[in-house]
């Protein structure tokens, strides 16, 4: 009972996780397209769009990855 109790707690830990991700990926998208530096939006500039491809990537990854567990879970 204590291995089904870990396993369901940390597939839910990880979604937990995963919707921090996104909620702060969408904070981020809004905020470098609404701050401008140097009279441009902040989003134009390609160091600032790389970071946010890798940060939309890595979220992604997260949710196959939680995804999955969740599913190993329930089969």
Not at 36 to 59: C, E, M, N, W
Request: glycine content about 6%; charged content about 15%; overall charge positive.
């Amino acid at each position: 009972a204590l291995r089904w109790v870990y396993e369901h707690a940390l597939v839910g830990l990880c979604a937990m996780h995963l919707g921090v991700a996104q909620g702060s990926l969408a904070i981020m998208s809004q905020h470098v397209s609404s701050r401008h530096q140097f009279g441009k939006p902040l989003s134009t500039f390609q160091a600032v769009t790389q970071r946010a491809a890798d940060g939309y990537i890595t979220t992604e990854a997260m949710r196959v990855t939680a995804l999955n567990a969740a599913w190993r879970l329930a089969e």
